[in-house]
């Protein structure tokens, strides 16, 4: 099947910097879909960034222009570098794959990213 493991989260302070990284393991397509989602407490988990086949990417309204999301397919392994991090942005971090091998989702195990002074 398919693995991530996510890692990178911690505590930043607002205005700080942070790389979160997604290494992915199994039977991987490059057409795949990889994201990063992210959940705050009490709120649903939304969508932050998307990658698709060829580089596409996608970001949520409120992360553009702040987070920038890449992939090394030769690594399988995706990032999401997060600038100018504001205390909003404070959230577990989930890793998502698209599988079109098993035509389903796979998650990380999420990171923590807090943004405090």
């Known amino acids: 099947q398919v693995q991530l493991v996510e890692s990178g989260g911690g505590l930043v302070q607002p205005g700080g910097s942070l790389r979160l990284s997604c290494a992915a393991s199994g039977s991987i397509l490059s057409t795949d879909a990889m994201s990063w989602y992210r959940q705050a407490p009490g709120k649903q988990r939304e969508l932050v960034a998307r990658?698709?086949?060829?580089?596409?990417?996608n970001y949520a309204d409120s992360v553009k222009g702040r987070f920038t999301i890449s992939r090394d397919n030769g690594k399988n392994t995706v990032y999401l570098q997060m600038n100018s991090l504001k205390p909003e942005d404070t959230a577990i971090y989930y890793c998502?794959?698209?599988?079109?091998?098993?035509?389903?989702?796979?998650w990380g195990q999420g990171t923590q990213v807090t943004v405090s002074s």
């Open positions: 990658i698709f086949r060829g580089g596409i990417t």
């Open positions: 998502n794959l698209y599988s079109f091998v098993y035509t389903r989702d796979y």
